[in-house]
């Protein structure tokens, strides 16, 4: 059996639990979550929900899962690591920050923990990954979603985002320079990045899309192994414009891979 410490009870910790529940039973438990407020009641069929740090990690567990968001991983990143306990991160965009990125590693370097960065909302990464192995030459990544995600983002000082009539570039450059300004949405490029060519050497484009009520992501790739162009559709979370149905998926897919005896795409 195991046992996870869920950092986060928003639209993705909420959907984690309800499969770890319905799907997973028999493989895994939630001893216990995080959160930033009290909650009444304060324990769900077993699972401690708590807003102090203490409290939940005093609970025994294999793997932390964050699904909180970016100051989550900076407060108690290393600190997990060093406990020596797996820390998964969906979060990815934490890692702009390399010192941050750097500590995380030596400390799971120390401990024997695993810092593990799940696809999350971007699939491909296995090839990208294989290809930076042989080396790769440029990745270019496209994010698009519609006006109505990039509410109380940087965009809305650039544009009257409801009186867009047509998909307008809200951002051209890195994922390191797009972390400072769309902190909520470079989750998935920065995975890219880290799996990839890097940061700084990444190019991303942000646009605000009309035509579309989804997500769409988009890579392209190129390298000694050749070329590719990955392009995935995604619906929305219903509770968070900003976050895709398949992030709840694919983190419950690696964890899996994790208590199964067949691992398939890593």
């Not at 699972?47 to 899962?65: A, H, M, P, Q, R």
């Not at 949405?185 to 990444?202: E, H, P, Q, R």
């Not at 790739?221 to 559709?233: K, P, V």
Request: charged share 20%.
């Amino acid at each position: 059996m195991l046992k996870i410490g869920l950092l986060g009870l928003g639209a993705i910790g909420s959907d984690v639990i309800e499969m770890a529940k319905n799907e997973f039973a028999d493989r895994i438990e939630i001893p216990a979550v995080l959160v930033r407020r009290p909650r009444d009641p304060a324990t769900i069929n077993g699972t401690v929900i708590t807003n102090d740090f203490d409290t939940f990690f005093s609970k025994e567990t294999d793997l932390i899962l964050e699904v909180a968001g970016h100051s989550t991983v900076q407060n108690y990143g290393e600190h997990i690591l060093k406990a020596g306990r797996d820390f998964m991160v969906t979060s990815v965009g934490a890692f702009t920050d390399d010192t941050l990125y750097q500590k995380c590693i030596k400390a799971a370097q120390a401990s024997g923990a695993r810092l593990i960065i799940p696809s999350a909302g971007i699939g491909s990464l296995d090839t990208l990954s294989a290809a930076a192995v042989g080396g790769l030459t440029s990745v270019h990544m496209i994010v698009r979603k519609d006006p109505s995600a990039w509410h109380g983002t940087h965009a809305e000082t650039l544009f009257d985002l409801d009186s867009l009539k047509e998909p307008t570039v809200i951002f051209e450059g890195t994922p390191r320079e797009g972390a400072a300004l769309y902190p909520q949405n470079v989750n998935i490029s920065a995975a890219v990045s880290l799996a990839g060519l890097g940061l700084d050497k990444t190019r991303l484009t942000i646009i605000a899309d009309t035509e579309i009520d989804t997500h769409v992501c988009e890579i392209h790739a190129e390298g000694n192994f050749g070329s590719y162009s990955f392009s995935e559709n995604l619906a929305v979370a219903e509770t968070n414009r900003k976050t895709g149905k398949i992030v709840a998926m694919a983190v419950m897919k690696t964890v899996r891979q994790m208590v199964s005896p067949v691992i398939i795409g890593v």
